[in-house]
């Protein structure tokens, strides 16, 4: 079966370029040219990642994220043409999993979508005994790759189950934010506190709100994250 991916930009030479590249790497591609017209193709169509610009008329970038986000947790890199650091902590808090900034190199861009993709596919793939981990009434299970608390299941992206299961199975353990960007990420993680800071509390703000009253996640004060024993 062939990887698909829904490229959602209003500039079309850009959604072109990433297209020529893209196929070259054996995806199916699919183009959209307004949030609108992405949400209508997603309803029809299954797709395995979706790059989506910020700037666009109708529905922006984010919005568009939001209601993705409500129904699947496909990965999304998001494409900007602003630098602010508050732009990039707003993509990643509607639920994106990567963030670029415009102009881009395309070959950054291939190689971004395939790390996504693998993280994704190691996820669907991945299998091991012993896989449940139990913490109160919360519940990771690694071989399904699902999140439960009290038995209702915990929808969280692809980053947001990775960052849970390190901290989690490695209980009492304080990571930094470079750390756990580079055992997530798989990159070098200088300059991550920002894109951790916004996973985690992603991450708290689900987990809080399937178990109200409950704190899985705390925070060493200039140093990291843990969960305790």
């Not at 415009?102 to 190689?111: D, R, S």
Request: charged share 25%; proline share 2%; glycine share 6%.
């Amino acid at each position: 079966m062939s990887t698909t991916v829904l490229i959602v930009d209003d500039d079309k030479e850009i959604a072109e370029l990433i297209e020529v590249y893209l196929r070259n790497e054996g995806y199916t591609i699919h183009k959209a040219h307004d949030g609108e017209e992405a949400l209508k193709k997603m309803e029809n169509l299954t797709f395995h990642l979706l790059i989506l610009d910020i700037m666009m008329p109708k529905m922006d970038g984010m919005e568009v994220c939001r209601q993705v986000r409500k129904k699947s947790n496909v990965p999304i890199l998001m494409l900007s043409a602003k630098v602010e650091d508050m732009d990039k902590i707003l993509g990643l808090m509607t639920g994106a999993d990567d963030y670029m900034i415009k102009p881009f190199n395309p070959l950054e861009l291939t190689a971004r979508v395939k790390a996504l993709l693998r993280r994704a596919n190691y996820q669907q793939a991945s299998q091991s005994e012993g896989s449940s981990i139990h913490i109160q009434s919360l519940v990771i299970n690694k071989e399904s790759h699902t999140v439960s608390v009290d038995g209702t299941v915990v929808k969280l992206t692809s980053l947001e189950f990775d960052i849970l299961y390190l901290l989690a199975s490695n209980r009492g353990r304080v990571f930094g934010s470079e750390e756990i960007f580079e055992r997530v990420w798989n990159e070098l993680g200088a300059g991550s506190n920002k894109t951790v800071m916004v996973h985690i509390s992603n991450l708290r703000d689900k987990l809080e709100a399937a178990a109200p009253g409950e704190s899985f996640i705390q925070t060493v004060w200039g140093v990291g994250y843990k969960i305790e024993k």
